[in-house]
């Protein structure tokens, strides 16, 4: 079993930056793809960006890509989303996910956590 624990939501204009934190608890964590979502509201929570267990690979989202980087510390448990040049389509809730393949990739997670607003007024 792993827990996630998303933060570093939060309020910011237009062209700002965040960065989210994904910790997670197992000593497992190393062996785990780890992926970023998202949901809206009204829409239905899409993919965002995945990392492999070891970080050498990365899947993005062609809405986030060149302004989104997906990250791990593996020694420290921890997934990171930075998130530049923010549109306030970015708005949502964002979650972290696990998964028991190492694979990055789109769907299929077995773990999520509860998510963490993320909210850009223009």
């Known amino acids: 079993q792993v827990q996630l624990v998303e933060s570093g939501g939060g309020l910011v204009q237009a062209g700002g930056s965040l960065r989210l934190s994904c910790a997670a608890s197992?000593?497992?964590?190393?062996?785990?793809?780890m992926g970023w979502f998202r949901q809206a509201p009204g829409k239905e929570r899409e993919f965002v960006a995945s990392?492999?267990?070891?970080?050498?690979?990365?899947v993005y989202a062609d809405s986030v890509k060149g302004r989104f980087t997906i990250s791990r510390d593996n020694a420290k448990n921890t997934v990171y989303l930075q998130m530049n040049s923010l549109k306030p389509e970015d708005t949502a809730v964002y979650y972290c996910?696990?998964?028991?393949?190492?694979?990055?990739?789109?769907?299929?997670?077995?773990?999520w956590g509860q998510g963490t607003q993320v909210t850009v007024s223009s």
């Open positions: 990392i492999g267990w070891n970080g050498r690979s990365t």
């Open positions: 996910a696990a998964d028991r393949t190492g694979v990055a990739k789109k769907y299929g997670y077995d773990y």
């Open positions: 197992g000593r497992t964590f190393s062996s785990y793809a």
